[in-house]
């Protein structure tokens, strides 16, 4: 503002507006400059906030499909806007080949808006592929695996492994995930009479994902799951090391060391580096130096704001 005002005070001047009239002005301007965008910026940023707030209070179910098919939105992952939802009392269904478009969707379920996953969150799935299943399926449904591969030629074997992984072929022939993976293998073998003719094996050698690798699958799979979160298996131990639960974290006396855990979903990397530890109650948000973030196995002293 300072250089702005020197420029501003000479061409006043050869306008021949001087003494108070030019200190007026000046005063103006740089008053506005000091409260102008803080302001506009506020009064925008209310009004997304007050409308993002009344569409997830009343239409939680659209706004949070919106939400999940626009993004990347910069902040918050898709995993953590799933688990909010889903503290919000929103219900999800899970991908599946025979009910998944390529974007998720709003399903009715016993008079509730359910939110089905899209095929476009399974990764390394392309939109070809996932658009000529969807395109396949309004024409007839699948009636298995193998009639899926030899419907949709432009469906790679890495690509139905992953739709394998992330459960979205259970429903075709009412397996579970490494079952789907059994029959996804023999089904995308290089086609002959020989092999047309070999019957599917019913019953896989294989066992069943435990939550543990389900959970896995999920996030190597989609990013995100709709099943338990996380932490949720891991409750009783971290009670063992004295880790403070999210929920505890407000009547905590200011000053206190305390130990937390959780999923770490965003990073802020300033002067001080600030992340969002993601649990199974709300979220909380701590301040850590750079130097303690660099090296964690140091004793460090935390900021905690929930």
């Known amino acids: 503002m300072q250089a702005i005002e020197v420029k501003l005070?000479?061409?006043m001047e050869k306008n021949g507006i001087t003494g108070k009239m030019q200190d007026v002005i000046v005063q103006s301007i740089t008053s506005f400059a000091l409260y102008g965008f803080p302001e506009s910026h506020a009064a925008s940023f209310a009004l997304l906030a007050y409308a993002s707030a009344y569409l997830k209070?009343?239409?939680?179910?659209?706004?949070?499909?919106?939400?999940?098919?626009n993004q990347p939105m910069d902040f918050y992952a898709p995993a953590t806007l799933v688990k909010d939802a889903q503290?919000?009392?929103?219900?999800?269904?899970?991908?599946?080949?025979?009910?998944?478009?390529?974007?998720?969707?709003?399903?009715?379920?016993?008079?509730?808006?359910?939110?089905?996953?899209?095929l476009n969150y399974v990764r390394g799935l392309t939109e070809q592929s996932a658009r000529t299943i969807v395109d396949e399926r309004s024409r007839r449904r699948f009636a298995s695996i193998q009639d899926l591969v030899n419907r949709v030629s432009t469906l790679r074997k890495d690509e139905l492994a992953r739709l394998g992984e992330v459960g979205a072929l259970n429903f075709l022939q009412k397996?579970?995930?490494r079952g789907a993976?059994?029959?996804?293998?023999?089904?995308?073998?290089?086609?002959?009479?020989?092999?047309?003719?070999?019957?599917?094996?019913?019953?896989?050698?294989?066992?069943?994902?435990?939550?543990?690798?389900?959970?896995?699958?999920d996030y190597v799979g989609t990013g995100l799951t709709i099943g338990r979160h996380p932490m949720s298996y891991h409750r009783e131990r971290l009670n063992r090391l004295d880790v403070t639960p999210a929920s505890r974290l407000l009547s905590i006396r200011n000053g206190r060391t305390v130990r937390i855990a959780g999923c770490i979903i965003c990073r802020v990397r300033r002067k001080v580096c600030s992340f969002s530890a993601s649990?199974?109650?709300?979220?909380?948000?701590?301040?850590?130096?750079?130097?303690?973030?660099?090296?964690p196995a140091q004793n460090s002293k935390a900021s905690i704001t929930s």
Request: charged share 30%; glycine share 6%.
């Open 181 to 217: 993976m059994w029959e996804a293998e023999l089904a995308a073998r290089p086609a002959g009479p020989l092999f047309d003719s070999e019957p599917s094996c019913e019953d896989t050698p294989l066992a069943q994902m435990d939550d543990a690798e389900r959970l896995t699958a």
């Open 175 to 177: 397996t579970h995930r």
């Open 9 to 11: 005070r000479y061409g």
């Open 87 to 118: 503290k919000h009392g929103q219900h999800f269904k899970p991908v599946d080949i025979t009910s998944s478009d390529w974007l998720c969707s709003i399903e009715e379920h016993g008079g509730e808006k359910w939110v089905r996953l899209g």
């Open 57 to 69: 209070c009343h239409y939680l179910a659209a706004f949070t499909t919106a939400i999940l098919n």
């Open 279 to 295: 649990k199974m109650k709300p979220a909380s948000r701590t301040r850590r130096e750079p130097d303690v973030h660099r090296c």
